[in-house]
């Protein structure tokens, strides 16, 4: 069974710095992964999306990487902003079209 | 629609009735996803609909929990004689289901509480 562990569980930092979240991941056999973020009370948004082949992808200030061989993934968000502010669920596709396995979710606050 | 639309956003019933939740997809998209979010499973896929093929149900926690998709468009997550391990958010997405590896847009969700 797919195995997906987000580190940190929290984190809190001030408005600038720049930052990494981890997703690590047991079974190497995906199709792709996904970085969502969700604001309280609301659904997810996709952010960013890694086909299997692909080692990364950029969007603004976010960069995702992907490494199937380790079963890792990094979501770096650069110059953090207090908008920011939100859990990030990286998630994996491994049944094909769209049966998602999420991760634990990392709670990110971004303080001015 | 402008995006995918849930309701009720919040529910609170009774352990043992049954409830109904709704999901409108986004307009076009074939392919229509039912994901629960509770406090100790995170998000679990439930069921999945595309086009008019048979849906993927193997998410399905028990046989309480049915869901239909009328005319290829709206969606209904029926759980009956509910308990109070429902509880969760149960969150609708739908994509265009041309195939894998495509962005999912979510809904608010629906809040159910069983009390």
């Known amino acids: 069974k797919q195995e997906v562990t987000q580190i940190p569980a929290a984190l809190s930092v001030p408005e600038g710095e720049n930052l990494v979240l981890n997703c690590s991941f047991t079974d190497s056999a995906i199709y792709n992964l996904q970085w969502f973020r969700q604001d309280p009370g609301k659904g997810l948004t996709s952010l960013l999306l890694?086909?299997?082949?692909?080692r990364e992808q950029t969007s603004g200030r976010l960069n995702a990487s992907l490494d199937k061989s380790s079963g890792r993934s990094t979501l770096y968000i650069a110059a953090s902003q207090p908008g920011d502010s939100a859990t990030y669920l990286c998630?994996?596709?491994?049944?094909?079209?769209?049966?998602?396995?999420f991760g634990t979710g990392t709670r990110l606050l971004v303080s001015p | 629609g402008a995006g995918v639309s849930q309701s009720p956003s919040n529910k609170v019933t009774e352990k043992g009735k049954d409830v109904e939740l709704r999901c409108d997809p986004i307009?076009?998209?074939?392919?229509l996803y039912w994901y629960r979010q509770s406090l100790g499973q995170g998000l679990e896929f439930l069921i999945y609909f595309q086009g008019n093929s048979a849906p993927d149900k193997s998410g399905l926690p028990s046989d309480r929990f049915s869901a239909e998709r009328t005319g290829g468009s709206v969606s209904t997550l029926t759980i009956q004689r509910t308990q109070q391990e429902d509880s969760a958010v149960y969150l609708c997405a739908s994509s265009l289901g041309l195939g894998v590896s495509e962005k999912l847009f979510f809904g608010s969700g629906t809040q159910l509480s069983v009390l």
């Open positions: 307009s076009g998209h074939t392919a």
């Open positions: 890694i086909q299997s082949s692909q």
């Open positions: 998630a994996l596709e491994i049944g094909g079209f769209q049966k998602l396995v």
